[in-house]
């Protein structure tokens, strides 16, 4: 399974960008897609995930309502859209798969709980 992440970059603070991953391999058992970012000195943490069938979503309380994942099945692909963005939003993003199926069938927040990660995509959020 491989994983390919883009679309990051350098945009002001209010402004909009949006993130793509696709996925090529094990696909047909993708249980869910994520999206991670980290920042210098920092953990890597959860922003968003999809289950890839049903289309259940979950947000970091710090994403929500600005940002939006979504998943296109025939391209294989999941997108973030990042709107409202602000300077704390700077960070390196990475996309996850999971295969995985968690007990309680939930949207997986945890790092642990994706099994193959892209190389991740930088965006940056001038003040």
């Known amino acids: 399974v491989q994983l390919q992440a883009s679309g990051g970059g350098l945009v002001q603070a209010g402004g909009s960008l949006r993130l793509s991953c696709v996925v090529s391999?094990?696909?047909?058992?993708?249980?869910?897609m994520g999206w991670f970012r980290q920042a210098p000195g920092k953990e890597r943490d959860f922003v968003a995930a999809?289950?890839?069938?049903?289309?259940?979503?979950d947000y970091a309380d710090s994403v929500k309502g600005r940002f939006t994942i979504s998943r296109d099945y025939a391209k294989n692909t999941v997108y973030l859209q990042m709107n409202s963005l602000k300077p704390e939003d700077t960070a390196v993003y990475y996309c996850?798969?999971?295969?995985?199926?968690?007990?309680?069938?939930?949207?997986?927040?945890?790092?642990?709980?994706?099994?193959?990660w892209g190389q991740g995509t930088q965006l940056t959020v001038s003040s």
């Open positions: 996850a798969a999971a295969f995985t199926v968690p007990y309680g069938l939930g949207v997986p927040v945890r790092v642990t709980s994706y099994d193959y």
């Open positions: 391999g094990r696909t047909f058992s993708t249980y869910a």
């Open positions: 999809i289950k890839w069938s049903g289309g259940r979503t």
